[in-house]
């Protein structure tokens, strides 16, 4: 560690390092804080986790056994940031909220940007949450219930509903004066929104760009007219795509009539960004749902049993399919032995395909310009590495089995298998999205069933036909 | 479409809508400027595309042919943005820089930042580089190679060298008349930086908290000490790590004395997120390397086959155990049939849990203090849905060859590999990245040996041991 990142995360009053070398918190000062907890210091609590930023603080919570969660935050007191909730899992987060009284969450969530509030609440079911918003004044409560009306994983939900409106005629000194004054401004902001009476969004001022005008220059003059701006209704995903696309810091979030209603902030997107990206790789591994880390055993095994049970009832048709060449095995039984190499490989190039067509969609890489390019490419793609490993493959399997025809054979099948590998590895994809199912959760299902049933059976029939054995019956 | 999106995607003098509804450029814009570029009619051209943001320009060059490219920039000429070059495939980019003359790239990187020009130079080789770097003037071109020197993925090489800075005893108010009376700010800026003499950092100044302050507050009074750092030899994953952690939106870069020199902006942090998700989510799907949806056919096979020759390996690996048991096999022809369904099922289990472990790692979410507790729920998932897939399992196949033994004997298998898939899908990641081997790359490969070795010699071995048969030779 160098003497920055030494200065960086010592803390006044602290003797103990908060993370290790590897970014995360160190051993030692879990332990210490654990050891406070259970001897019951709430002033050696405070010292140590007192100042912590919600991340840390949020890790750390994570971090502790389940019953020294709860006792945390009591012993924090009014020192506890409740900011970090929004950095926990939700099973974590869901468990603490239910185990805390209604009126130190309500509290606790006062002192929050509405976006955390509402990130806080959503998850809860309804009586808790309705017993949470009870305890909230009813300004709050009702801007925090109106996010709560929008969708799930809508940027409604995502905004923050606090933000620096001003009117066209206003001059940037008079609006210069008016931030230094106001007390109740959000905590961080990096844009100005100029609205007209009926608070339509007419532009917006980014802070770097007001600090350059001139005092006397009004707003209407220097406004970036057209921002961009994302629909309350709208995916969160599409927003992140919007801000990734034209590299905002935040956008201005308006209402059906183009009335601003809240603000969307990057840090929020880096969440949505990490959390897609994160689905579509669990979805291909076949994680779907919202398992965490922090889930039980029973929680998990019961997410995940769905989509093994799918692929068992694959993987009995694919053994379907070698049932009809049982006569064929038994006169030739190396078959037995070389036939899961045929489809094993098709499996691995297909998901090559596969996994390469499901990103694109995600990231709106492909579309009608390059499809048919890419089915073309991936097609020709299998048939160039199927030839490559069909040739390995031959030479080993006919000298293993002193057999230079049972080496052509698995030749022909790997070829085959490969060819198919690459057109179903783009073709389900496409298919999937265009008929607006998930291409992440399922295209892997079906591609398995392709890649065995293709691989078993060119394998097998090739062997029956060539060698004149048993046949199907 | 709104009518907002409507008046966003609209453009003064362009009669063609440039997005469709999904987001991507649509294919009636796309033709009009394929169709005025092909009839050389530079003025319909530009305006077309001449006012395009970047980001558009970028999706409109990678989507035009391959020849239109060039055309397209020589047509728009000065209205074409450099900046764009950052927003497209680098296989595509590197052909188009190849192709443009030096001067021409050299003139247009002038206009673009630091941070910009680095990410577009670096990608190209020695001699084309240095060829635009010589038409570039020398105190750009220290800059510019400064950033180059440090190494690849570090945040020396996404930073940007414009930044904002002021000495601490500056008033608020010098502050703010220093920067509305200077034209060579950076385009874009959110923090002031205060530094001592030496380019030391000694705090920054987020602009909303410059906004809020009096005009004749010292910097030092109003400046955030020991703000977030990040070191320019730090890998730009870390420091996408710590923005996240802590919502930052630009960051300063200091090098190993402390002293400032540049900034790191969210933007360039979102494509670094964006990058390591798709990394890992590419190398689960056995595509490693920097294969790109825009690369011609020869390339991507190449990119794609020594995966697939690892695998073939390992599927001759898993082979060579069912031939041990050739002679079973020939007595009961039903092992062939099924013993891929326990392969197959093992493998999907292992792939879940190896999802799940290899992302956690990832994002730092498994340390010392989970790992244990990791390795057991996964354990216990596979013990608790191997029982389930057993039961099923054991009652079709028993049904479908009428042998409720064999039955038995499969649903024994089963769980040995269930659990095995899930020991060994956090084990393999763990111990991979202990030993300092990214585990994304090559968990895979090992996983499947195990799963398809412990599927194929459990159930053999059980039923050659349990019927008496032919046994091993």
Avoid at 208 to 232: G, M, Q, V, W
Wanted: one cysteine or more.
């Amino acid at each position: 560690m160098t003497a920055d990142a030494e200065t960086r995360d010592a803390k006044p009053g602290a003797d103990v390092e908060i993370r290790a070398e590897d970014g995360r918190l160190a051993s030692g000062f879990i332990e210490s804080v654990a050891s406070a907890i259970s001897s019951n210091d709430a002033a050696r609590v405070r010292e140590l986790a007192g100042d912590l930023h919600e991340s840390d603080l949020g890790d750390l919570i994570e971090t502790l056994e389940h019953d020294d969660r709860p006792k945390l935050i009591e012993l924090l007191g009014k020192d506890f940031d409740f900011a970090a909730l929004t950095e926990i899992d939700e099973t974590v987060r869901v468990q603490l909220l239910e185990e805390l009284p209604p009126e130190t969450v309500a509290k606790g969530m006062r002192g929050l940007d509405s976006d955390d509030a509402v990130y806080i609440l959503e998850d809860l079911d309804e009586v808790d949450r309705a017993k949470i918003l009870d305890q909230i004044p009813a300004l709050e409560r009702v801007a925090l219930k109106r996010s709560l009306d929008y969708p799930e994983d809508s940027a409604g939900r995502r905004m923050q509903t606090e933000f620096v409106a001003a009117p066209q005629f206003w001059t940037v000194g008079h609006l210069i004066d008016y931030v230094a004054d106001t007390d109740e401004l959000p905590e961080t902001f990096y844009t100005i929104f100029v609205v007209d009476p009926a608070y339509k969004l007419l532009g917006s001022v980014p802070l770097d760009r007001l600090l350059r005008a001139r005092r006397s220059k009004l707003l209407s003059d220097i406004l970036e007219e057209n921002p961009r701006t994302i629909r309350a209704t709208e995916d969160q995903e599409d927003a992140a795509r919007t801000f990734e696309r034209y590299n905002l810091v935040s956008a201005a979030v308006v209402d059906d009539g183009g009335r601003l209603v809240g603000v969307l902030m990057v840090d929020d997107i880096l969440d949505v960004i990490e959390e897609e990206a994160d689905e579509d790789l669990r979805a291909l591994g076949g994680v779907t749902g919202d398992e965490e880390i922090s889930d039980p055993v029973f929680y998990t095994a019961r997410s995940r049993i769905p989509w093994l049970l799918v692929n068992l009832v694959t993987a009995f048709f694919s053994a379907s399919v070698i049932g009809l060449f049982e006569g064929t095995i038994e006169q030739m039984v190396a078959l037995a032995v070389l036939m899961p190499i045929v489809a094993s490989m098709g499996g691995n190039a297909g998901t090559q395909t596969m996994t390469v067509a499901v990103r694109a969609l995600a990231t709106h890489d492909i579309g009608g310009h390059n499809a048919r390019r890419l089915i073309r490419r991936e097609t020709l793609v299998g048939l160039f590495n199927g030839v490559i490993c069909a040739v390995v493959v031959a030479c080993i399997a006919g000298l293993w089995f002193q057999n230079a025809q049972l080496g052509a054979i698995i030749a022909c099948a790997m070829v085959m298998n490969l060819v198919c590998a690459g057109l179903f590895g783009i073709l389900i994809p496409l298919g999937l999205e265009r008929m607006k199912f998930d291409p992440a959760v399922s295209s892997g299902v079906f591609l398995t069933t392709v890649t065995d049933t293709v691989g078993f059976f060119s394998f097998l029939g090739l062997a029956t036909w060539w060698f004149g054995l048993g046949g199907p019956h």
